[in-house]
């Protein structure tokens, strides 16, 4: 099979299309045909190892030294069931599924980038959403998980006020809709271009943090929600960090490690079939665009997901 390997920690053009031995599934693993993945910036921070001193250690002694010790990336996709172990009974082959590789920051299947996948049946998998395409489908997980994870501390209440700093990305888009769906009066911070987008999911008010005027449109608000992290940082996040009412909260993606429990993954399927939550793509590429989608990602200006097909 086709996969995209990852030879060394560094720049994109390390990213190489290679045909490798398609896997085998184990007796308790399911084998799923790829249709589509997603470049996350969790993707590209691991592929680049751009961090601290103490991150890079620590993402080295997770993934491997020198380069990854799994050397296909991606954690999450879309595609069908081929094969079964001889003890899975969850599933069984034709069954269109979507999957994210993460439970914890050390429960991590990466290998997405392939045309095959093995997973655990137990794993964070379940049936695909008849409402959304496969590209759909793997756009919504990662974004909408990390965005419980910075809102699961937050008892947002119907009527109370929200800003969202970093509205418009993968994380963002899902935070805000998370946000309206708990009747929150939800102000959005993004660019002017992305407006109409973050409207369109819920926002009542939006903000460009781009003015030299944007820190002058800050209200008071019950939870500040952060959800780009320390990796961005303008006057308005700055001065959003204490925008707050008397009772107020200021949350970050960053504040913890993440973890992601079947239940949990089960609830966001259950969200998207309710259309309570619409994934958003901002572009497609093809798996020998690899390179291209990483290189767009590290920008930091895409809107929502990234995804790449596969095979299709």
């Known amino acids: ?16 299309l290679q045909d490798v031995p398609k896997p085998t599934p184990k007796d308790n693993e399911v084998l799923i045909k790829m249709h589509a993945t997603s470049v996350t910036a969790s993707d590209v921070l691991m592929r680049a190892l751009d961090a601290n001193l103490m991150f890079k250690i620590i993402i080295q ?40 590789g993460s439970k914890s920051m050390s429960q ?20 695909k959403p008849d409402n959304l395409t496969f590209a759909e489908a793997t756009a919504l997980p990662y974004g909408t998980l990390l965005a419980m994870h910075v809102m699961e501390k937050a008892n947002i209440q119907p009527g109370q006020k929200v800003l969202i700093y970093g509205a418009s990305g993968s994380i963002g888009t899902m935070a805000t809709q998370l946000a309206r769906h708990a009747g929150a009066e939800v102000t959005a911070v993004c660019s002017s271009r992305n407006f109409d987008m973050v409207t369109s999911l819920g926002a009542d008010k939006v903000i460009d943090y781009t003015r030299d005027d944007a820190v ?12 780009v992290g ?33 239940d949990k993954f089960l609830r966001v399927k259950d969200l998207a ?7 958003i793509i901002d572009r497609c590429y093809a798996l020998e665009e ?15 997901n990234v995804i790449v097909t596969i095979g299709t």
Not at 4 to 10: A, L, P, R, V
Not at 76 to 87: I, M, Y
Not at 241 to 259: E, F, N, R
Not at 290 to 304: N, P, Q, S
């Open 61 to 100: 002694m997770v993934m491997g030294f020198g380069k990854p010790r799994n050397p296909i990336l991606g954690m999450v996709g879309a595609g069908v069931v081929t094969s079964v172990g001889k003890d899975v009974t969850a599933f069984k082959p034709g069954d269109e599924v979507f999957a994210y």
């Open 230 to 262: 320390g990796t961005k940082t303008s006057p308005l996040k700055h001065a959003g960090k204490t925008a707050l009412t008397a009772h107020g909260h200021y949350l970050s993606v960053d504040k913890g490690t993440p973890t992601v429990s079947r």
């Open 273 to 279: 079939e309710q259309r309570v939550l619409k994934p």
């Open 108 to 127: 991590i299947r990466w290998g997405f980038y392939g045309e095959y996948m093995c997973l655990p049946e137990d794993w964070n998998i379940a049936l």
């Open 1 to 16: 099979m086709q996969a995209i390997i990852c030879t060394q920690y560094g720049a994109a053009e390390y990213l190489k």
């Open 290 to 304: 690899m390179v291209e989608a990483h290189k767009y990602v590290e920008t930091g200006h895409k809107r929502g």
């Open 216 to 227: 002058a449109h800050l209200a008071r608000y019950d939870w500040v929600l952060d959800t």
